[in-house]
Structure formats: C-alpha cells, structure tokens
C-alpha cells in the first residue's frame, strides 16, 4: 500500500506542475513593495483584503511589519502595524477567522526590559476585523525554547508547524510540528525524512487541512541554485511522501523562499531574489536610465511574486 501511494504521488505530483509550468510568475504589490530595500514572507487573511509582511533593510539587520488593505480592488495605505516597528519581527501569519495574527520576534519578554533574546513565535488578537490588535503574546513552551524559532504556519486543526535549528540533534534547520490537543500545544516533532534531511529545510507553509506542505530547501542536490521551494503530500498512512521541487516556474536560480498558498484564490505567494539585470548595457545609458534599471523589480532583492496554484 505504502509502495502505490508513492507512484501515485510521484505522478500526482507531475501533473501538479506540469499545470503550473503554464501559468507565469507576476510581482506582487509591485508599488507598494517597490518602496522598500526587501520584502519578504507574505501573509493574507481568508478573505484576501489584508496582508501582512515584512519590510527590511538593505542588510536585513532591520526588519518591521506593514499591512495594507484591499479596497475597490486595490491594495492601499501600507503602514507599520501597531506592535511593531521597534524589534525585529518577519514572519507573519492570520489564523482563520482573522482575529489572530503569528509572528517572530526577538522583542523582550516583558515591557520592563530592553533587552532583545532569541526569536521566539509571538501572537496578537483583537476582537473584530475592524478593532486594533493587542499587545504581543509569546506563545509560550513547549514550542518556544532557548533556541531560535521561526516561520508559523497553523492548520485548521490549530496545529502550528514551523522551523527549528537544534543543535543537539547536530542538524540543520529543519521543519517541526507541534500538535493541538485539549486546548494546549504538545511537545513539537520534527517531522519525518519526506520533508527533513542534513541540510536545510525552512520556512514551511501547511495547507488548511494538512494535506500538503510547501517550503524551502537550501542547495538541495538537483535544486536550481540556493533556495527552492518544494512541496510533498501526506500519504495515507500519515507519514509524509518523498518532496517534489515546484519547477523552473516557481524557481530560479537564486534564492526563493517563504511561500504562502492563498487557497480561495488558487495562488501562491512567496520571495524571491531572482535577478533580471545583465551584467552589460546594449548602449550606453544616461543617469534616469541607469536608475530605473538599478530599481527595476527583479533587481537580485528581496521581492514578492504570485502564481496560480491549485493542488488536486
């Protein structure tokens, strides 16, 4: 049995891309994403008029929140949401009902310290859609630790999985799960060798009903250069199948990352640093052309893109 799911999931798994392979990587929130040095890990509420991302530096030593708000079929007024812009916090995710809102931080535990720790998994709630979040929440054991934790992403079952570098088990970043159960989280589980290796593996998007994860893995051997999103299915008898590399569509040669599956509208938001630019001019430019070629969208930084998804 577990033999047939595998073939069939390898080409259940074709058939995927292979419709995927016709549909064309686009920028997204090309204006507003534009302004900022590097963009990255996109989240929408379930209604697909608020999103949440990250803004950051040139370096990256410096990292904010900003939503914005679909209107009239427009994204507008990007701003720094009301919990951040003092620590480093990325990573954002909304519950289902939009009332909750993931992140990561490396803000103090408490409001009488200005001592940042390690990058925990915090939460804000807020009673309705048009209410203002509260205080930032630090989800607390067994899921954060001494160590760094990074990239929530929460089932309809309210399991939360997200990625870990634990040193004890002398590996690197991997994927991990922590179920809910009673109303409590349980002791996380690094998930099985369909998703994990010795390398690197991060930054993992769970479908709603747990049936597929899509994440990163870092110079994975017959990946297209540095970071490639990946997806497996889970198999019939929990475990998860072996993972699929998303394509040359979804992929490129640099580094793509932080994917977010928008399951209402069929499509996949994620980063990339995939770089239009040639290393020559075909004429010589003057100073406005030089610029808008400097601050074209695929510039090697840290943008966000979307492509139809649909995984049947």
């Avoid at 919990?83 to 990325?90: A, I, N, V």
């Avoid at 203002?132 to 001494?146: D, K, L, R, V, Y």
Wanted: proline share 4%.
């Amino acid at each position: 049995m577990k033999l047939y799911c595998i073939l069939f999931l390898s080409v259940f798994c074709w058939h995927t891309f292979a419709q995927s392979d016709q549909d064309s990587v686009s920028p997204f929130l090309y204006e507003i994403v534009s302004q900022f040095p590097n963009v990255r890990d996109i989240a929408l509420n379930t209604m697909s008029n608020e999103a949440v991302f990250s803004a950051q530096s040139v370096m990256g030593d410096l990292s904010a929140l900003v939503s914005v708000k679909k209107e009239n079929d427009q994204w507008i007024h990007p701003e720094v949401v009301s919990f951040s812009g003092r620590y480093f916090d990325l990573e954002p995710y909304f519950s289902k009902d939009g009332l909750t809102l993931y992140f990561v931080s490396n803000r103090p535990l408490n409001q009488t310290s200005d001592t940042t720790k390690d990058f925990d998994i915090w939460y804000v709630e807020r009673k309705s859609l048009k209410d203002n979040w509260s205080q930032p929440i630090n989800i607390g054991a067994p899921i954060n630790t001494e160590m760094d934790e990074f990239y929530p992403s929460v089932a309809d079952s309210k399991n939360l999985y997200f990625t870990l570098d634990n040193p004890e088990l002398k590996q690197k970043d991997d994927i991990y799960v922590s179920i809910y159960k009673d109303g409590k989280y349980m002791e996380p589980k690094r998930l099985g060798d369909g998703i994990n290796s010795n390398g690197y593996e991060f930054n993992a998007f769970i479908s709603s009903d747990e049936s597929y994860l899509i994440y990163t893995c870092y110079n994975r051997e017959g990946g297209y250069g540095s970071g490639d999103l990946y997806l497996s299915t889970k198999l019939d008898n929990g475990d998860w199948g072996p993972s699929k590399n998303m394509g040359s569509t979804v992929n490129s040669d640099k580094m793509d990352y932080c994917p977010f599956v928008d399951e209402s509208a069929s499509a996949l938001y994620f980063t990339s640093k995939r770089n239009a630019l040639e290393p020559t001019f075909t004429s010589q430019v003057n100073l406005k052309e030089l610029l808008k070629t400097f601050q074209s969208y695929e510039n090697g930084s840290s943008r966000l893109y979307r492509v139809s998804f649909k995984n049947e």
